[in-house]
């Protein structure tokens, strides 16, 4: 496997284990890098620790973590106290229990990764749990010690292999109640329902993450080409910029016209309209191609 894992260990269930790698299922690494520079050499600028009471700055050797207690009141904590309680790694994912994967709540999952076997010995075994797993239609629930801190991990079958994504702990993830509970309930017309029903059934479609692109990123790739001295000038210019217009609003008196609109839209309706603009423009081309016969006999006139 080309990839390199971020942990190394064992997958087991019961008297069932086998030899296990964990690989990141996204990427964080952006295609163009930004740094903060002087503007006026171009030169990169580094950070300083700065004590913010005397304003000194501070090396490395005498920087150290400080947990807050009280507002401005920080207890120091040294790296060997540190490491004194950090968890020990077993290199061991212990599938604790079972359930069914709709019944974990999307807010609880954190970040991603793939699980594989490591080596030929260890497929079989690990066929058996994943095949397992899929045949009851459960998800698994273990612990994973990894950057020293010990994370619950949600298992799943995802094509050979498993799909582990590291939960949050439950005081990490807020109650929506503080943001929904001043929501009104609303009380939208049979007709509004049904036009927006109609509106979600044509736009059904399979997900297709692939048509979703960042068009910030785009427009800053763009930009910084058009600004490179030694690419051609103008190349990919106002790719992102076309694609990131916000819709127009302005023309929406309200709701059920919005709605009604956008039904007109998918029929097709109004696309008449457009017609003349297209006609006006084939007809200019005539136009111009006269003017330029006149002034070549003007010009073939003069010659003679």
């Given at each position: 496997m080309a990839a390199r894992a971020n942990w190394k260990g064992h997958l087991r269930l019961s008297l069932?284990?086998?030899?296990v790698g964990l690989y990141p299922a996204v990427s964080s690494s952006r295609e163009l890098k930004c740094h903060t520079i002087n503007r006026e050499t171009g030169n990169r600028l580094k950070q300083?620790?700065?004590d913010s009471v005397t304003g000194d700055t501070v090396d490395?050797?005498?920087q150290v973590k400080g947990c807050e207690i009280a507002k401005d009141d920080l207890v120091p904590i040294e790296d060997d106290e540190l490491s004194e309680i950090a968890l020990e790694s077993t290199h061991t994912i212990n599938i604790e229990a079972f359930c069914r994967r709709a019944e974990v709540d999307e807010r609880y999952l954190d970040k991603p990764y793939y699980l594989a076997a490591e080596d030929k010995v260890s497929r079989e075994a690990f066929a058996v749990i994943r095949d397992a797993m899929r045949k009851k239609g459960m998800a698994g629930l273990g612990r994973i010690v990894i950057y020293k801190r010990?994370?619950?991990?949600?298992l799943e079958p995802y094509g050979k292999g498993l799909l582990a994504t590291l939960l949050r702990y439950e005081d990490e993830v807020r109650s929506p109640t503080a943001y929904f509970e001043d929501m009104p309930d609303g009380d939208p017309t049979a007709e509004m329902r049904a036009l927006a029903e109609e509106l979600i059934a044509r736009s059904t479609r399979k997900f297709d993450p692939s048509k979703f692109e960042d068009r910030y990123e785009e427009a800053l790739i763009?930009?910084?080409k058009g600004k490179?001295?030694?690419?051609?000038?103008?190349?990919?210019?106002g790719k992102g910029k076309a694609k990131a217009g916000a819709p127009n609003s302005c023309n929406v008196v309200n709701l059920m016209e919005a709605l009604k609109r956008s039904i007109r839209s998918e029929n097709g309706e109004g696309s008449a309209k457009v017609q003349p603009r297209k006609t006006k423009a084939k007809a200019s081309t005539p136009s111009r191609k006269r003017i330029?016969?006149?002034?070549?006999?003007?010009?073939?006139?003069k010659a003679a």
């Open positions: 069932v284990s086998c030899a300083l620790m700065v490395r050797d005498d010990e994370r619950v991990v949600l763009a930009l910084v490179a001295p030694k690419l051609a000038k103008g190349k990919s210019k330029s016969g006149k002034a070549m006999a003007v010009k073939t006139r």
